[in-house]
């Protein structure tokens, strides 16, 4: 009997439950799809004689409406339970930003000192890691057996694996390397500047590594003097560390310079005034510098009776190591996310 039927599904349609999605779809198939429990009732009701048809057209509309609004009730459910789970899908949201990687502070700082002489002229110039001899110490006015090669503790390479005989083939100890393949390969003027990877055979401690990076500049013209070069870094120094920055050059020595120097700034901690940092005395070491030895400039094709030149050479980490005091200098290479994400306003 057609009124039992839709009697029995009344009940039944009461206690539905859905824990999911798909167990809701499952029930409106069930009752209200076109092969649906509920859709069959109204078939057999066609054939019901008429005399029947209003009271058993009205119980089957009442099941119908009960169902839909069970079953609009129980989605309604769902939607809180997994919003409170926070499952709840949503496909007009925003999608959550793709996290982005931070510009590590060594490249930072690179591209802030690339980026302030390029200012005042110097282009980018780059040269091989893996170097010879000749390009890294023999134009520079190393002599053959200058202990300098031992005193930049040089990474030589075998050429034959296992076979140690002498070589001139090696990790370049310094980016003049590069000043030295522009020399000879371009004509003045010349105004460059060599960011790179240079290595160093040295215990790795807080303070040393076995790389770095470093930016060396060149400048050679026609009357390029000391002053120029004064004035250059004094201008680098103002534009890095603030305009309070104070410069002062110590007497050095370098095989590719001379005169030769050292650049210290005035503290940038402290302000010159002494600290743990500055060991007291106000002032930090930063860069070598010089006037290019002529002997330098002849060995690269260039007439040291026409032109001069000077250069100077800092490590990226020591510059960043002040401007943000990152004490440890193994944390630049330790891909530490915690530390990297520091720089990520910057
Ligand atoms: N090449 C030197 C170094 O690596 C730095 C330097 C460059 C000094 C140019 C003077 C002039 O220590």
Redesign the pocket.
């Known amino acids: 009997m057609l009124k039992d039927s839709i009697q029995t599904l009344m009940a039944q349609v009461k206690e539905i439950q859905a824990n999911n999605a798909e167990e809701l779809e499952a029930l409106r198939i069930k009752y209200l799809s076109k092969k649906g429990e509920i859709t069959a009732l109204f078939n057999e009701f066609r054939e019901v004689p008429n005399d029947q048809k209003r009271e058993l057209g009205q119980l089957l509309n009442q099941l119908r409406q009960e169902t839909e609004g069970r079953l609009a009730e129980l989605r309604e459910q769902l939607g809180e339970r997994l919003e409170a789970s926070g499952e709840r899908l949503d496909l007009t949201r925003t999608p959550d930003p793709i996290a982005l990687g931070t510009r590590h502070p060594l490249s930072l700082v690179r591209e802030e000192i690339e980026d302030i002489f390029s200012r005042i002229g110097f282009t980018i110039a780059q040269g091989p890691e893996v170097e010879d001899d000749k390009h890294v110490y023999g134009m520079l006015n190393f002599a053959p057996e200058h202990p300098a090669r031992d005193m930049?503790d040089t990474f030589f390479i075998e050429k034959e694996i296992g076979v140690q005989k002498p070589t001139d083939v090696l990790l370049r100890?310094?980016?003049?390397s590069v000043?030295t393949r522009v020399m000879t390969s371009q004509k003045p003027p010349i105004r460059v500047l060599c960011p790179g990877r240079?290595y160093r055979n040295e215990a790795i401690s807080a303070r040393a590594h076995c790389f770095f990076h470093?930016v060396?500049?060149?400048y050679i013209d026609k009357n390029v003097s000391f002053a120029d070069l004064r004035e250059a870094l004094l201008y680098f120094s103002k534009e890095m560390f603030g305009p309070e920055t104070k410069i002062r050059l110590r007497p050095s020595y370098?095989p590719?310079?001379e005169p030769?120097a050292e650049m210290d700034i005035s503290c940038n901690i402290c302000g010159g005034t002494g600290c743990s940092f500055c060991k007291g005395t106000g002032w930090v070491e930063i860069?070598?510098?010089?006037m290019v030895d002529p002997n330098v400039l002849e060995a690269c094709g260039i007439d040291s009776k026409v032109y001069s030149g000077y250069?100077?050479?800092?490590g990226v980490e020591r510059i960043t190591n002040l401007k943000y005091r990152v004490k440890d200098l193994r944390l630049f290479s330790e891909n530490d996310v915690r530390f990297l994400k520091q720089f990520e306003s910057c």
Do not use: D, I, P, Y
């Not at 250069?311 to 800092?314: D, E, K, L, S, V």
């Open positions: 930049q100890s310094h980016t003049s000043q240079v470093q060396e500049g060149l370098f590719f310079t030769s860069l070598g510098c010089g250069a100077f050479g800092m």
